[in-house]
């Protein structure tokens, strides 16, 4: 399968940031892909620096005006297409949902993000409620996307779930940067962890995994920090964790990237993981913590 990814420095132009993904995803439709990810909240600026009700002003329903407007996009370019919005459920209830297109425009199926964050210049608490429709892949005409968000890309258990639920990837749209008060080791550090778990979300579920980042600087509307610059290098993994194609860690960047889906099998044989799981012995994992 040919996957194409798009890595955008948003503007505050909401229509100007969509209009752009849209002739981004024509182009790498035309160069042959099939599934297209696009990065975490992409309409717009990443406005979880501050904490400010009337942001909830952008919410908005699924389906609703951007699931029309990137429904006709997927079905003009006959694609597969992996969103990322901010949902309005219900008054005073929202979610951080992805939604996946089919080539028709339909709606394939939604994942609200589960584990929210809650640090400095990310206070997705204030926004987001934790998804409710657990880890479930989402069938599709190119085959089951293991839809999964941003902070989400940090839990093993997230992955295996969606492995053991049948998912032929792992996809993680996001927006992940370094906030303007980390040392340069720490953010070097920090860019080195982001890749190496996800990596080993490959390896251990002999999935590939897809992972779509943000790219370039975006200030803190407060001014209580220096402001978040996004580090990009989306990337796409092999089953074995192998980097098939990495993006820029300054500039906006797309590409496709063929994945050959039918080697889970051969290197699930190879590496039985799965065989040899003591799924007798992992009971205390639903524990918060074990004494």
Not at 156 to 169: H, K, Q, T, V
Request: net charge negative.
């Amino acid at each position: 399968m040919k996957i194409g990814i798009i890595q955008q420095h948003n503007t505050p132009d909401i229509e100007d940031n969509k209009r752009r993904l849209a002739d981004k995803i024509r182009s790498l439709a035309k160069q042959g892909a099939e599934l297209i990810v696009l990065q975490e909240l992409h309409n717009g600026l990443y406005f979880c620096q501050e904490e400010n009700v009337d942001t909830f002003d952008l919410a908005e329903p699924i389906p609703g005006p951007s699931t029309d407007f990137f429904g006709k996009i997927a079905k003009e370019c006959q694609v597969v297409l992996v969103t990322s919005l901010f949902e309005r459920r219900a008054p005073g209830l929202y979610h951080n949902t992805g939604v996946v297109l089919e080539k028709d425009g339909s709606i394939a199926g939604t994942y609200r993000k589960m584990h929210i964050p809650d640090d400095p210049a990310y206070y997705e608490k204030f926004y987001f409620t934790p998804g409710d429709q657990g880890f479930e892949p989402i069938d599709t005409s190119v085959g089951r996307l293991g839809l999964l968000i941003c902070w989400d890309q940090w839990y093993p258990e997230a992955a295996r779930l969606m492995a053991m639920s049948g998912a032929d990837l792992l996809i993680y749209p996001t927006a992940i940067g370094t906030e303007s008060t980390d040392s340069r080791d720490e953010q070097e550090r920090q860019l080195d962890a982001w890749r190496t778990i996800q990596r080993g979300h490959a390896v251990a579920n002999n999935l590939p995994v897809v992972a779509v980042n943000r790219v370039g600087y975006e200030p803190d509307p407060t001014n209580m920090t220096g402001g978040i610059t996004f580090w990009g290098n989306s990337f796409v993994a092999g089953q074995q964790g192998e980097i098939l194609a990495e993006l820029s860690r300054e500039e906006e960047q797309e590409c496709v990237v063929e994945v050959d889906l039918q080697r889970t099998e051969y290197v699930r044989r190879w590496w039985p993981f799965f065989r040899d799981r003591r799924i007798d012995q992992y009971g205390d994992l639903v524990k918060r913590f074990r004494q």
